[in-house]
């Protein structure tokens, strides 16, 4: 009874125990026919493992496209995965997010093959590509005018640009400075890693420091739910975050943005104003790849910036590429 339990053990561990598979595949003690059975059966084997690894099922999911990157991107690009995989069968597309540098990083050390980035790379990301060998080129693949937003109850409607640096930098901390009701302004702002900070900090607070009394948060979500619940609030998050069904989320504000103070105050939500560069905080959205991209890459990247993929672009509540970013993409392309 015990050796058959022993038995039974040794066949749990790992489907056959080490010493019958010492015995199964040992021939030298076999003769004639029952020696010639047992090599068939091992060459059958290995036949079936060399099958099963060039089945165009393991051929499929071996290809598939891994992209990492931008939090404010990252629903967009699922989005758009799924639409481009339920039209391209065989495709197979998965969509991480973790800020731009993420991606770029993961780009950068051969861990993805498309990084998503709110925010251009800094030379010194271009640098250690190249040391790599990773030639990035890049695809502008949507344009997002990046929203200031307060909670709905502050009855503020606009600031010019000089003023949000101010108040991201912890110059300018009651509301009551800028024009609004009197009580502290509370900051929503993203982690080091995400290019939406790095896009603030270079172009609105003029490359300086965030205020250490910025409360953090994880993605465009979080500032959005932050200040849904907080009167005194102030927060950036990409368009496509401040719109539901079409129209802002209940129970925010969309602030109106001047460049100064002489000039007029536009609505990300304007695209025309965007377009003309008269919103001033908007910016282009990229996909990356290392080099010219291949097959699968560019059907993805053709469909993206093709007309379908750019009606997902504007149903998500950003805008769409113009002429010189379709020009730009399509010298990428060769």
């Known amino acids: 009874m015990n050796n058959k339990k022993e ?10 125990a080490m010493t019958e598979r010492r015995a199964f595949f040992s021939v030298k003690s076999l003769n004639g026919s029952k020696k010639i059975r047992a090599l068939s059966v091992l060459i059958g084997v290995i036949a079936f493992v060399q099958i099963l690894t060039w089945s165009p099922l393991f051929a499929q999911r071996s290809k598939m496209i891994q992209i990492k990157g931008s939090d404010t991107m990252v629903n967009l690009v699922q989005i758009l995965a799924e639409e481009y995989m339920s039209r391209s069968p ?37 640098d250690q590509a190249w040391e790599k060998g990773v030639k990035p080129r890049f695809f502008v693949v949507a344009v997002d005018g990046l929203s200031i937003i307060i909670n709905e109850k ?11 640096g101010a108040i991201y930098r912890g110059e300018i901390k009651n509301w009551k ?83 100064d103070e002489k000039s007029a105050a536009f609505s990300p939500l304007n695209k025309a104003a965007v377009d003309s560069g008269d919103y001033p905080v908007a910016r282009p959205l990229f996909l990356a790849t290392n080099g010219k991209p291949n097959q699968a890459i560019a059907g993805f990247l053709s469909f993206i910036t093709g007309p379908e993929g750019q009606k997902v672009v504007e149903r998500e509540g950003f805008f769409t590429i113009g002429a010189k970013h379709k020009e730009q993409n399509e010298k990428n392309f060769k």
């Open 7 to 16: 038995i039974r053990r040794k066949r749990t561990d790992f489907g056959l």
């Open 154 to 164: 502050n009855p503020l409607e606009k600031l010019t640009m000089p003023q949000v």
């Open 90 to 126: 065989g495709a197979a597309i998965a969509v991480l997010g973790g800020g731009s540098g993420t991606g770029i990083a993961a780009l950068i050390n051969g861990t993805c093959d498309i990084a998503s980035h709110s925010r251009e790379w800094r030379q010194r990301e271009i």
């Open 177 to 259: 400075e800028v024009g609004g009701p009197d009580m502290p302004i509370v900051l929503y702002g993203r982690q080091s890693n995400s290019g939406t900070y790095v896009f603030m900090q270079e172009h609105v607070l003029g490359n300086k420091n965030y205020s250490p009394d910025m409360r953090e948060m994880n993605g465009n979500a979080q500032i959005v739910e932050s200040i849904l619940q907080d009167q005194a609030g102030i927060g950036y998050v990409g368009v496509g975050y401040v719109l539901e069904g079409g129209q802002v989320r209940k129970g925010l504000k969309v602030l109106n943005i001047a460049k």
